[in-house]
């Protein structure tokens, strides 16, 4: 699974997702004190798939995007940069051969957090990708 996140981040880095956050994309969460905005993401499930002659993975990946503008317009720019690089692209990933990447699924939400002693509103779009892979 290693090889897998590995990828992503390779592909993601130097984005214009990458430049919207400023780098700011974490695996599983996100450090404490982190500058808005910034992308977590995680692994929310992982199935084997094995036929007579191959073995597959289909695995679902999270992506939080997190934003404290009072707008929309940060949010939905890291939405469409993020959907720009990852719909339907292709990934390197070492020992295994990357069937696809789809995006299944948008989720839109509003959440206080406390920040500092504070709490701040900030917006949460959770954006979810099937991936398959086979092993070589």
Known sequence: MDKLL????????????YNDVGG????????????????????VSDVP????TEDFE?????????????????????YNDLTAVLD????????????WMNRQNLTTMVEEITVQSAVATVKHWAVDYDIKISLD
């Open 49 to 52: 798939e094995k036929t007579f």
């Open 58 to 78: 289909n695995i679902i990946i999270q992506f939080s995007l997190f934003s404290a503008s009072a707008g929309v317009t940060e949010i939905s720019t890291m």
């Open 88 to 99: 339907e692209c292709s990934l390197t990933i070492t020992g295994y051969t990357h069937i």
């Open 24 to 43: 700011r994309i974490f695996l599983d969460e996100a450090p404490e004190g982190t500058e808005f905005p910034y992308v977590v993401f995680f692994i």
């Open 6 to 17: 590995s990828a992503i981040m390779t592909k993601l880095s130097g984005s214009a997702l």
